[in-house]
């Protein structure tokens, strides 16, 4: 009954992961820009050379943004969300990938 806008939420959502494993990757860490894995889920990650990553998770949740620390050493992982969500995570990672070692 509901699949039409079933469909379009997961349209949205890989609209949404695309956009943002394209924005990850020009975004720079140490000079080098971030990674991404390849994903088909709800969530990306990304980094690949994170030095400190609880570091990271902290300055972001200082500012409103609950990301993960799992998966190998190196990397973190972001949910999807809405676009208010994803535009404060993009904001804020953009301040804090300056701030860490």
Known sequence: EHTDE????VGHLRRTRQETAAWL?????????????????NFLLFGGSFADRPQIFDELLKRGVLIRVV???GWLRVCMGTEEEMATFRRS???????VR
């Not at 079933?6 to 939420?9: A, D, F, I």
């Not at 000079?31 to 889920?41: D, F, H, M, R």
């Not at 990672?93 to 701030?99: I, N, Q, R, S």
Request: glycine share 6%; aromatic share 4%.
């Open 6 to 9: 079933q469909l379009e939420q």
């Open 25 to 41: 990757r020009e975004q720079t860490y140490h000079g080098k820009p971030l990674q991404v894995a390849e994903s088909q889920s």
């Open 71 to 73: 998966g190998p050493e």
């Open 93 to 99: 990672l953009a301040e804090v990938l300056p701030l």
